[in-house]
């Protein structure tokens, strides 16, 4: 089973969490130690709010920002020789906000680039298809309905001719596929199970977070098959990408509000399941039709759709894991970092590193990048020993993921976007 698949030049950096989706990079020499006057090639100012994290391709960058009442919505592209603001472009005006916690920002899904084309989603408020040379809009789409109720999260995710987003909101949950030429809806599936709370009388509320999920899709291919692995409301999905036929499902009810993106490796998909009761879980992918409850006793006989291990010891919740050869690394929203053999989950070392995470980590050159919410980055080796190799700091916190672009990391604080290299 590969990692990802791979449609994108690792030369850019095409999507969140970069070429394959998994956070990897092979970038050679890139920098281990910065500050705000240390190996600091360029810092420019963004104006507004959004946790969108950095894209790149063709030495041009974009990223996506909000006023803070979330009234007016851009996409701003970034030269990356020099950082100058090529196009600071209004997309959408809105009317009517919908609500955003605050650990969210109207404008946090990160687009995804493909050559000639940026791809841009606000979840429910707007999506949009841009030329990148030109800043044209080739198509939008304003007419997918959600109630995304803590505001939306999920990015965007390129598969053959097709762009693919989840919507988990409190009122509905789906995932659509749009034609990436066009911008008309291929498929769209709703979500087999609907996790509803329930009100004094036993009787369905129309919202509520064990409905909502902010987590961004993974196209893996197993078997010989490309599956899209979705996580929803207290369910993980394999679909059909072409189709959106539902293949199996694991449901785990205990967390809500999935926010990382899925990792394959080994056989296996590791995914962690939110807030509540969050847990790590390594999954054996199942065959068509197979469904599973997380915590229900393993299955025996012919059943292949299983959880091999689990952990529930310092989960992440917003970062996404990272896995490096058989090793399994993360670090949880309180900064307590983790490795784990991927094929077995036993704990290889747990080392509190301090901070608050919500970006995911970078892996390049045998080294995990982390990035805290208070502007420190923490350099470690990606080894079965922990040891730091440097920690670096920012004047603002950091709640997109990093980016890489040539020798240089591309790094997005709550206020700057900043290129660092030796």
């Known amino acids: 089973m590969a990692l990802a698949l791979a449609q994108f030049a690792q030369a850019d950096w095409p999507q969140f969490r970069g070429p394959t989706g998994d956070g990897h990079s092979n970038a050679r020499n890139l920098p281990v130690t910065w500050s705000e006057t240390e190996n600091l090639r360029w810092k420019t100012a963004i104006h507004g709010r959004g946790w969108s994290s950095p894209v790149v391709s063709g030495g041009q960058i974009w990223i996506t920002t909000a006023t803070e009442d979330g009234h007016r919505l851009y996409a701003l592209a970034i030269d990356a020789a020099s950082g100058a603001v090529v196009r600071d472009l209004e997309l959408f005006q809105v009317e009517n906000p919908q609500f955003v916690h605050r650990f969210n920002s109207h404008a946090s899904p990160t687009p995804v680039l493909e050559p000639g084309r940026v791809y841009i989603t606000f979840g429910a408020a707007g999506t949009a298809c841009l030329d990148s040379a030109t800043g044209e809009v080739l198509w939008e789409r304003r007419d997918i309905e959600c109630n995304h109720y803590r505001g939306a999260g999920s990015s965007p995710v390129i598969h053959e001719g097709l762009l693919l987003l989840h919507f988990d909101g409190s009122d509905r949950q789906f995932v659509v596929a749009l034609d990436k030429q066009t911008g ?103 065959r068509p039709g197979e469904v599973l409850d997380a915590n229900a006793t393993p299955a025996t006989g012919d059943t292949r759709l299983q ?75 990606a080894a079965r020993q922990f040891r730091v190799l440097a920690e670096n700091q920012l004047d603002d916190g950091f709640m997109a993921s990093p980016a890489v672009f040539e020798r240089s990391l591309i790094l997005r604080t709550r206020t700057h976007l900043y290129r660092v290299e030796r």
């Open 184 to 286: 008309r809806t291929v498929w769209q599936r709703e979500r087999s199970i609907d996790f509803r709370d329930l009100d004094a009388s036993g009787q369905p509320e129309a919202e509520g977070d064990l409905r909502k999920a902010f987590a961004t899709p993974h196209v893996a291919l197993i078997d010989q098959r490309p599956l899209l692995i979705s996580q929803g409301a207290k369910a993980v999905y394999a679909y059909d990408p072409l189709t959106g036929n539902e293949i199996w499902r694991v449901e785990e009810r205990t967390s809500h509000s999935a926010s990382s993106r899925p990792l394959a490796g080994h056989g296996l998909i590791f995914v962690t399941t939110g807030w509540s009761i969050g847990q790590l879980l390594a999954l054996r992918p199942g």
């Open 307 to 381: 959880v091999v291990w689990k952990s529930r010891r310092n989960v992440p919740r917003k970062p996404s894991l990272q896995l490096h050869g058989d090793l399994l690394f993360g670090i949880d929203d309180g900064g307590i970092a983790s490795c784990l053999e991927a094929q077995t989950g036993r704990e290889i070392w747990r080392e509190r590193v301090g901070g608050n995470y919500s970006a995911s980590p970078l892996c390049a050159e045998d080294r995990l990048y982390f990035f805290s919410e208070e502007g420190k980055a923490t350099v470690i080796e």
